[in-house]
């Protein structure tokens, strides 16, 4: 009875749960495009017009400036999607010649 109790638990854990890479990274992307820390970190008169990943860390630019974006995980020992939160550098000036 007890092997069955254990193998009905092991079956039943949220493997559903877990987030593949993409997943896990779309997670982020949005995350960050929604999170009011961006919008602060830019004037309501510019655009974006890039952002990239670059290993736990996005770039994000517009015509004048850039902000770096640490993704900071959580360590967990549970099964499902890494937790994170976003650590922001401040701003530095830019322009398209630093490409």
């Known amino acids: 009875m007890r092997k069955l109790l254990m193998g009905l638990l092991v079956l039943s854990s949220p493997l559903f749960a877990i987030l593949s890479p993409l997943d896990q990274s779309v997670k982020e992307f949005q995350t960050l495009v929604a999170s009011p820390e961006l919008r602060d970190s830019f004037p309501t008169s ?3 017009q890039d952002i990239w990943r670059l290993g736990n860390r996005f770039i994000v630019s ?8 640490e993704v900071v995980y959580s360590s967990s020992k549970q099964v499902g999607p890494q937790e994170f939160s976003f650590n922001f550098l401040p701003a530095k000036p830019y322009t398209e010649k630093q490409k």
């Not at 517009?62 to 974006?69: A, G, I, K, L, P």
């Open 62 to 69: 517009s015509e004048n400036r850039q902000v770096t974006v």
């Open 46 to 48: 510019e655009t974006v």
